[in-house]
């Protein structure tokens, strides 16, 4: 949707309701703890207007304003390296932000037999991948293209989080899907903390599909069985 962004005039005159805005999250070992430096917009129909940063204001970081006079009830856009993008309803004089961390990590997939579960391969330099991800909650949300040898990053929320995940694994020597994984995904806040690399296990279908009616049984798999593939193609993590 195409939002106008306006900063000093028309529409987002800062001369409505006094708003004070504290955003929060986990910080030095403490969660809960009100940021500083936090970039906070507001959102209103077709506009986007910058209303400020929480900074340092009588010991606490916040950030005291005026909404803009043309909007009621829009939505607060709070942002910072580190955090998730975070998005609420204002609701009053007063709103609280609370912002969960994210984490930057390397990528790679590895890939399972259908009938051999337990035997972890590499993907053939053939091979690519295509994922979307996104959280039950609806808060976060990434796609991701994945092709054996070339770096490639996900950033995650580091909280105890369930995942919706659509994984496709493409054969692009034959044009042909032949794998991948379709389902929940739990990732814990504590296997996340010490890591550097997460590992995707996604179902491999042999042999490759050669027909229309192979690649409606791929998809059908994928879909009907994924609680019979998912236990053990957990995600892996290494440091």
Known sequence: ????????????????QEIDIRAKGYSDGYQGVELDEVNISYDCFKYECVLGQTQADAGIFRLRTNLPSGCNNGFLIAEKAGYLKTRVQQNGPYQEIDLKSVKM???????????DLSNAKALDPWDSVVMHIESVDGEYETYVDYTPG??????????????????????????TIYGGYKGN???????????????LHVVESLPKPFTMEDNVAIAKYLIDDWKIYSGPLKPTFES
């Open 1 to 16: 949707i195409f939002k106008s962004y306006e900063t000093n005039s028309g529409f987002c005159n800062n001369d409505g």
């Open 185 to 199: 995904l739990s990732i814990a806040r504590y296997d996340l903390l010490n890591a550097d690399t997460i590992v």
């Open 105 to 115: 990590f390397n990528l790679t997939f590895v890939k399972h037999p259908k009938n």
């Open 150 to 175: 070339t770096e490639s990053e996900i950033e995650l929320i580091l909280e105890d989080t369930k995942y919706k995940v659509d994984i496709m694994m493409y054969d692009n020597l034959d044009n």
